[in-house]
């Protein structure tokens, strides 16, 4: 059936070009025009919520308007997506926004990986047993009767401690060394005066000088492992923090929008050879893209509902529609019972989330810095020309305009920027960051590297 449809597609695309020499009527994309070098792609993605534009992107028959016959495929963990978009197996990938930047850098993988296409802001929170959060919830205020959010790392602090007194580890979990979940873990923990560790060249762990053991561990097993009592919490992606609410297994404490508001998370990342052979295939991709973000934005998330539905089948997520919905439709339930407003929790396309900033990835690379994994200090002039050299805002801008041109994209959707955010101060902790100033940032920190 498969075969059947794509002969028919093909069919369809041959008589837009005819169409495009004279040939009957029609105003064909350049990807219907028959200039993709590449049609037929396998792309990797990661059973999260965040795999929705890509999921949406082939659901709703953006890639194939692109001209694209796109094969989506789970993988295990983001050692092996990565390891597999190296090797050709897989085209392109959803990857964690700290993926293309460390693997320029060596840290980990060697790699030139490039991405043309930011996938969502937000997404994640950090989850605790639910006995570490009984013994934390004495020590968060009250406000009219109810817990004051963002529940800040503080609390946490005598925790720590009674363990460390205890002769017992506290351990937690967090995805990859490289993924957003590992900063975000790392910088909540450190505004409340918990030291979550340093790489050292000796230590590829990131444990030493630590209060606390982060290990990683793979998003789907989180709550399992957390059940198990091989770790006391962890940074994860959704729905995986919602699972434990579900499951009666632990409690959602912070999410990484009250953490650092509106950052950014995945990425849609290719290697720099691949880009540079498949240049139409590449844009029409991101084009793609760029559609299904918008869909799953458009009229205040009138489509959060059927997405989560999507998401929910076992190719997919693969989670309860339930658990899914739980964040994705503007909500997010902390301690069982206790349902917030929060509709900024997952954004795909309001607030530029799609243009990939180079400010974004100078923050990543602040943090590489800031916990060892870059071992020496460099002028603030290296991080903005290492971020240069990985996120690609003129691949985006070229499939934005034509989007434009088609009529799909408004030109108040382009964000008008030399490719830095202004300097803001919406972290936990209320330091400010500029990504034009990045040493001036690391200063700013009592725990971390300078």
């Known amino acids: 059936m498969n075969f059947i449809k794509k002969g028919f597609l093909r069919i369809r695309f041959v008589l837009v070009f005819l169409c495009s020499l004279g040939i009957g009527a029609g105003q064909p994309s350049d990807a219907s025009a028959g200039m993709l070098e590449k049609d037929e792609l396998t792309i990797g993605f990661i059973k999260l919520t965040d795999c929705a534009p890509l999921v949406i992107a082939k659901e709703k028959g953006f890639f194939e308007e692109e001209g694209l016959f796109v ?131 000796t230590d590829t762990n990131g444990n030493t ?38 499951k009666g297994i632990g409690v959602p404490v912070v999410t990484d929008y009250e953490i650092w508001k509106n950052n950014p998370e995945k990425v849609f990342g290719v290697t720099r050879k691949w880009a540079e052979e498949n240049p139409q295939t590449h844009k029409a991709l991101v084009k793609a893209l760029i559609r299904a973000a918008k869909w799953l934005d458009e009229d205040n998330g009138k489509n959060r509902a059927a997405a989560a539905r999507i998401l929910s089948r076992p190719e997919y997520v693969g989670a309860d529609y339930e658990v899914i919905a739980n964040s994705m439709t503007g909500t997010f339930e902390y ?37 060892g994994q870059i071992p020496e200090a460099h002028p603030d002039e290296w991080y903005s020309e290492a971020a240069q050299k990985v996120y690609r805002p003129d691949i985006w801008l070229a499939a934005a305009k034509e989007l434009v041109k088609e009529g799909r994209l408004s030109e108040s959707d382009i964000p008008q920027t030399d490719g830095f955010k202004p300097a803001t101060s919406e972290f936990i902790d209320g330091v400010t960051y500029d990504g034009r100033k990045p040493n001036d940032y690391l200063k700013a920190f009592k725990i971390g590297l300078k």
């Open 71 to 201: 094969t989506l495929q789970a993988q295990a963990n983001w050692k092996v997506l990565l390891d597999r978009v190296i090797s050709g197996e897989l085209d392109g990938a959803h990857m964690l926004a700290g993926q293309p930047i460390g693997a320029a850098l060596g840290i980990g993988t060697k790699a030139d990986i490039i991405t043309a296409f930011s996938m969502d802001l937000n997404g994640n929170g950090i989850t605790v047993s639910n006995d570490v959060w009984a013994l934390m919830k004495s020590h968060v205020p009250l406000e009219d009767g109810k817990l004051v959010h963002p529940i800040k790392a503080d609390a946490l602090k005598p925790v720590v401690e009674k363990f460390k007194n205890e002769g017992a580890q506290f351990k937690m979990g967090m995805v990859f060394p490289l993924s957003t979940h590992n900063y975000e873990l790392r910088y909540w923990l450190a505004a409340g005066g918990i030291s979550p560790g340093y790489y050292t060249a």
């Open 209 to 246: 000088d630590a209060d606390l053991i982060i290990s990683v561990t793979p998003p789907p097993q989180m709550p399992a492992t957390l059940e198990a009592g091989t770790i006391h919490g962890y940074c994860v992606g959704e729905p995986w923090n919602q699972q434990a609410v579900f």
């Open 335 to 371: 301690e069982k019972g206790d349902k917030r407003p929060l509709p900024d929790f997952n954004v795909f396309f309001r607030f530029d989330a799609t243009y990939p900033f180079y400010s974004d990835a100078v923050w990543y690379l602040t943090q590489m810095r800031r916990w």
